[in-house]
């Protein structure tokens, strides 16, 4: 039981540190001037980007609360 919680654990921080590495590319990508069109289409890479570590974020405080809550340091 306790290797699936740490599993799950592992996953749901993996999900966050991809999610924000996404995000970082999307803004790096967005300071060059690349055009109009590929702007466009950054800043919806940039909103999804946002809503996906939004959502991981969310899926790791359901497993593992914050500390204040009782989880783990």
């Not at 999900?15 to 060059?32: D, G, I, K």
């Not at 466009?40 to 946002?50: F, M």
């Amino acid at each position: 039981m306790v290797e699936l919680f740490n599993m799950e654990l592992a996953k749901a921080r993996q999900r966050v540190n991809r999610a924000e590495r996404a995000l970082e590319r999307a803004q790096e990508m967005l300071e060059e001037d690349c055009g109009v069109g590929i702007n466009i289409a950054l800043c919806s890479r940039i909103r999804t980007a946002q809503r996906r570590l939004i959502e991981a974020r969310e899926r790791l405080t359901k497993i593992d609360p914050p500390i204040i809550f009782g989880g783990s340091p």
